[in-house]
Nanobody, 114 residues
Framework: VQLQASGGGLVQPGGSLRLSCAASGRIASVNIMGWYRQGPGKQRSFVAG???????NYAADAKGRFTISRDNTNNTMSLQMNNLKPEDTAVYYC?????????WGQGTQVTVSS
């Protein structure tokens, strides 16, 4: 499975960004996709996840501001991020898990700054 993330950039505080992740290869019908991020000097941490059935969960600081979604037909996943804060600045990674194997995409930089 290969993952291609896109959509990062520079945005002002309070602004919005939409990240996308496209999966290719042998995609199993049962899988979980998600977003993680790694800020400067921090460890990589969970942001949001979504199962193949559409069940979602969020980290506490993402809940209410971020929305994760997926399109199983096209094997894509998105993260709509609203009301962005400087502390959301990080490299965002998409993750795909199937058959007990974890796949990571390359990161996409999100910078929230005025």
């Amino acid at each position: 499975v290969q993952l291609q993330a896109s959509g990062g950039g520079l945005v002002q505080p309070g602004g919005s960004l939409r990240l996308s992740c496209a999966a290719s290869g042998r995609i199993a019908s049962v899988n979980i996709m998600g977003w993680y991020r790694q800020g400067p000097g921090k460890q990589r941490s969970f942001v949001a996840g979504i199962t193949d059935m559409g069940t979602t969960n969020y980290a506490a600081d993402a809940k209410g501001r971020f929305t994760i979604s997926r399109d199983n037909t096209n094997n894509t996943m998105s993260l709509q991020m609203n009301n962005l804060k400087p502390e959301d600045t990080a490299v965002y990674y998409c993750r795909h898990v199937q058959g007990g194997i974890v796949y990571w995409g390359q990161g996409t930089q999100v910078t929230v700054s005025s």
